[in-house]
């Protein structure tokens, strides 16, 4: 009696002790309503210095945050934060899960970013990451590098979630969670799979998200002020005090007054863009569902063969020839023609990576699709594709391609395309989809993501419909009638989709092999 008389004691006095816990200032945000974001007595500085900070500086780890960075008062249950690069979305999310880990023993959180590599670099080893906010370093042994976990003392903890792998988002019972860059999760599903797992009555939700017009987080932005969605926009500018002086005045300079500029720094959201080519509109009338997938099978390939009945399938490559902060992307489309003679977008497989990565990838995809050619610019006379692709052991089919017209002789009879409701998306593909619906060819500039992915989308859709480049003028040259008639279907291989290449077809590459256009 004794011995549960003071374990009892014990539970109350420990509960009594988290509650007073929970009252106490964040260590980032102040809950003061006067307060204008700058040090003041009373505040609770952090103690933990930030690491390599560019300026040598301890003062931006210790100086809290920014009115617009508090969390909003009231009831709410999600919270987004719109706004643009520099302007601190990555800390808040960061500082808000962090503190709610620590406040609330034994309960289970997330993070959710669009890619693992995105999740381990940025929202949890980040200067502004979890981490940081945690007071913990890389090889703490509470965080879990290989599964990018955190386990706190106090019983908590913070799982990762990619917006890549929707069927790793089921089973959790959440607290919360934070999702980063949400305009850019390849996979609708990721979200959809992972809302239900948010139970707990009192379960909140951040976004930290650059704008992007696509429908998810269009969806949040149209609810604000509904009762459960409060929304934040903010600019670079507000930042200032903590961003590099020169690269401010490089970015004002080059980027003011553009719609990448209003976007992608503004932090302003630009859902119809005048004399854009895509109607976003007309894209998602024309949209299909992705199959859900099997264990077996993720991508649901069978099912959408079944659906579609491809004839043929390509890879379209439109290459990036550095690989830093500033670089474009290496644009990587999946298309098909289907048996209606409609071209359907299977995949968005495009990304920043080094020079030597992205070959993996569309060998993968190849092997995924039972792709019947790669499709590739060739930049400057030099068929660098093509030497990758080689270097790293492809020997399915290949063509290159000499971009020598403008973007719009290439883009415009594609988007006519779509506007005769000829192309679906199958499923959502957000960074394309903004590409382009913000694509005006008169004012394209040079800011890095503004159309790799819509020339490999372009260069994919032209392929399955050579009609479409009559105009491009010496551009690539269409197939003879001989490489038509020897040209395999891809039906062959429908029930073998993911047989081993060696049992597919007896060639080794998983694809029968068609006349011309090969390596060796």
């Not at 970013?113 to 980040?126: G, V």
């Not at 993720?298 to 690989?323: C, H, K, M, N």
């Not at 040259?477 to 039906?491: G, I, L, S, W, Y």
Request: with cysteine; aromatic share 10%.
């Amino acid at each position: 009696m004794t011995s549960a008389f003071i374990l009892a004691a014990d539970d109350l006095e420990r509960e009594l002790a988290l509650e007073a816990d929970r009252e106490k200032p964040s260590r980032w945000y102040c809950n003061r309503p006067d307060c204008d974001g700058e040090p003041h007595e009373g505040w609770h500085f952090c103690e933990h210095p930030i690491i390599n900070h560019p300026t040598g500086s301890e003062y931006w780890r210790c100086r809290h945050a920014r009115a617009s960075q508090h969390p909003p008062s009231g009831e709410w249950r999600y919270w987004m934060v719109m706004a643009g690069r520099g302007w601190g979305k990555t800390r808040t999310g960061a500082e808000w899960l962090a503190d709610q880990a620590r406040r609330w023993p034994g309960t289970t959180w997330a993070v959710g970013a669009p890619t693992r590599e995105s999740l381990k670099t940025t929202c949890f080893e980040d200067e502004a990451g979890i981490l940081q906010a945690l007071g913990m370093g890389r090889f703490d042994p509470a965080y879990n590098r290989s599964d990018l976990s955190i386990h706190l003392p106090n019983g908590s903890v913070i799982y990762s979630y990619s917006g890549e792998s929707p069927e790793r988002s089921r089973g959790p019972n959440l607290a919360g969670a934070w999702l980063d860059e949400l305009g850019s999760w390849r996979y609708r599903e990721t979200w959809d799979t992972m809302a239900p797992a948010l139970r707990r009555a009192d379960a909140k939700v951040v976004i930290t998200t650059t704008p992007r017009a696509v429908p998810l987080v269009k969806e949040f932005y149209h609810r604000d002020g509904d009762g459960s969605v409060i929304v934040t926009k903010g600019s670079m500018d507000e930042n200032a005090s903590n961003l590099s002086q020169g690269t401010l005045d490089d970015l004002r300079l080059r980027w003011a007054g553009t719609r990448w500029g209003r976007q992608e720094l503004g932090g302003e959201l630009i859902e119809v863009i005048e004399g854009a080519l895509w109607d976003p509109d007309n894209i998602a009338a024309n949209r299909v569902p992705r199959p859900e997938g099997t264990r077996d099978d993720p991508f649901g390939v069978q099912e959408l063969y079944e659906r579609i009945q491809p004839t043929r399938i390509v890879i379209a490559v439109d290459p990036a020839l550095s690989f830093t902060e500033n670089s474009d992307e290496h644009g990587i489309i999946v298309a098909a023609k289907g048996g209606d003679g409609h071209v359907y977008i299977l995949e968005d497989l495009s990304r920043r990576c080094p020079v030597t990565a992205w070959p993996e990838i569309v060998i993968e995809a190849h092997a995924r699709w039972q792709v019947d050619r790669v499709v590739a610019e060739q930049n400057a006379g030099y068929d660098y594709i093509g030497v990758q692709l080689k270097a790293a052991g492809y020997r399915g089919g290949y063509e290159k391609v000499n971009a020598r017209r403008g973007k719009l002789l290439r883009a415009a009879p594609v988007a006519t395309y779509y506007e005769q409701n000829k192309v679906h998306h199958v499923g959502e593909f957000p960074q394309l989809e903004s590409q382009m619906c913000m694509f005006v060819p008169d004012e394209m500039s040079n800011a890095p993501g503004v159309d790799d992915r819509v020339d490999a989308m372009v260069y994919a859709v032209a392929w399955l419909e050579p009609r479409l480049i009559s105009g491009w003028g010496s551009v690539y040259t269409p197939f003879t009638d001989e490489e038509k008639a020897n040209m395999p279907t891809t039906r062959s291989n429908w029930a073998r989709v993911y047989a081993k290449p060696e049992e597919a077809n007896g060639n080794g590459n998983g694809s029968s092999k068609p006349k011309g256009g090969y390596f060796g």
